[in-house]
């Protein structure tokens, strides 16, 4: 008798034990983000490129293969959806207009991604009013860009403070000397 009792519970008990013992594992793909967020953000902070080499220094057919082979996986390169292109384009374009704020040290880059305002008192009352609307524009795309690029990646929503957090390095790491940054302690720095 005891032993067919102990032959109905012992399966459940085990099933229950290894059910107990599995984790959730959540996967965070945080190359592809680092990835997609340094891409984003060089083709929004891009520099002019350098002048080309005078054509009088001929190339080595070396110099072509290679530049065949590092050039070359850019066709398989991932497109960006028409949101984050749309993004991305506003965001370039504001940005010649957020610049002398940056360089007067109005504005900084925080912690989690986004545009903070600094020292205003050095601004006019127009100035103030325009930074003021300048930044949360900025907040407001960057805030939907980053949604963007984790619904891309097939991240789930309380995953996007990772996001925030990869994508405020690329910005901090694009901003020029001079500039305000906020470093991981909370404090302000300029760079």
Request: charged content about 30%; some cysteine; overall charge positive.
């Amino acid at each position: 008798m005891k032993w067919n009792k102990l032959r109905l519970v012992l399966p459940w008990w085990m099933l229950g034990f290894f059910v107990a013992c599995v984790t959730v594992n959540v996967y965070f793909p945080a190359k592809e983000v680092e990835r997609k967020a340094g891409d984003i953000v060089d083709d929004i902070r891009k520099m002019e490129p350098s002048p080309p080499k005078s054509p009088s220094s001929p190339q080595s057919s070396g110099d072509y293969f290679r530049a065949r082979i590092r050039f070359g996986g850019l066709a398989f390169a991932q497109q960006d959806s028409p949101a984050v292109s749309a993004l991305k384009q506003r965001i370039r374009e504001r940005f010649p207009r957020l610049l002398p704020y940056f360089q007067k040290g109005a504005i900084g880059e925080n912690l989690n991604g986004y545009l903070e305002l600094r020292d205003l008192g050095a601004l006019s009352a127009a100035e103030r009013n325009e930074i003021r609307s300048l930044t949360d524009a900025e907040n407001q795309d960057r805030r939907a860009l980053y949604q963007e690029v984790a619904k891309s990646l097939s991240i789930t929503p309380d995953q996007i403070g990772k996001v925030q957090r990869i994508f405020a390095e690329k910005w901090q790491h694009a901003a020029e000397k001079g500039w305000w940054i906020q470093r991981e302690d909370g404090q302000w720095s300029r760079k």
